[in-house]
């Protein structure tokens, strides 16, 4: 099948490669001309594993090519993604103006029948406003349908979830629609839940809460942990082991960060309220996510009092492993926290100094873990990373200059840092003494 997909940031390219892997035809699109530019020379304008190859190897086959204009990307197409960002407005409403553009960009383009995929995370009730703009731009006669195709990919292992979904919605208001898109799908094998396009809408939006809400409520317990002197890592394990509940996201820490959760929360939201419903349960998730940064401050004072003119090390800036995505990392409300209470700061990420130093260019970036610790009051580890389970904590014992590591992760052996000789906090099992 042909298919376009207009917006080639982390969800559409990955989008675009991985139905081409499959064998359709695909134009991916982008008003960013530079990131059409890296593209057609074969690079990747972002850190993502195993997309590179696929998009090179498709690139090869011709099946996958770059547009930057939306009439050229979709005049093959037979369905449309939109994949373009939907960031949250200061208000916490979501900004829905590039769905919008891009919606009156295609309707001004259709000539013959497409289905408009919206892709893009997006408040329910938006398939009705794409529905609207496209009826008002399109020409006479021209047919189309809207439908909504969430997507639930995680930046890291993107190309592996969009290839082995947990399962996929197809939100439509005709069968036309839905045919077209079963078929697309189809090679997958991945169970398909049609539905109405406002419940597509919702299951997104739900989706995200509800694992966001599971992540601030393990920080809850943990924070309790702290006060009661149990240890998180059993007690989540312990209720995880619940099927009923389950293991994943719920691993206590600095909270969650990233394109997604953060906005995704506050819109759910700002929509439930401009709905009628005041849905306070996501307020305390937003709260607990935040005061987890706080606390780390706050434990580090504990251990070094006032940190003015303190040298704090951070290991991992990224909002999670395996990406260079900052935005909305815990990293960055951490080091402003820091610096506005006069400390110094250095860090290290195997992926992410490069987009981390275009919000904080002044703070020290180093290439090795161990340099971070170097002559640094304490160590705080903000993200997983697989190369920080394993540090030497003897040698990093020895290169700081008050042997402390804040662990933020719970990646660390708690007994194996005490016995290096290292004041050793993390978030729910206590702080130990070496
Ligand atoms: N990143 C994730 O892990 C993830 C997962 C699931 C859903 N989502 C949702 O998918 C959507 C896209 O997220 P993303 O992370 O891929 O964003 P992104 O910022 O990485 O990519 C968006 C792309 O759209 C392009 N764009 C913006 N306006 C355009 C226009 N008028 N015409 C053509 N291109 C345009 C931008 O240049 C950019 O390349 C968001 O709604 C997000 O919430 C993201």
Redesign the pocket.
Known sequence: MEISI???????LVTGACFAELGNGVVC????EK?IEILRKGEIP?YEPGLEEIVRANVGEGRLRFASS?PEGIKNARVVFI????PALSSGKPDLS?VE??SK?IGESLTEYKVIVE????PVKTGEKVEGILRRTVRNGVEFDVASN??????GS?VKDFLKPDRIIIGVSSRRASSVLVELYEPLCAPILITDIKSAELIKHASNAFLAMKISFINAVANLCDLAGADIKKVAKGVGLDKRIGESFFEAGVGYG???FP??VSAFLHIANEMGYNFTLLKEVEKINHYQRERVIKDLEEFLGELEGRTIGILGLAFKPFTDDVRESPAIDIVKMLQDKGAKVKAHDPAAMNTFSDLYPEIGYVSDPYEVAQGADALLILTSWPQYHYLNLKKIKKLLAFPLIIDGRNILDATKAVNAGLYYSSIGRGKLKP
Do not use: Q, Y
């Open positions: 207009i917006g080639s940031g982390h969800v559409g699109v982008d008003n960013d990131k972002f939306i994949c373009v960002g939907t590039a553009k891009v960009a892709k893009s995370t997006v969430p997507e639930f990919l995680r930046e993107a990233g394109s997604c906005k995704d």
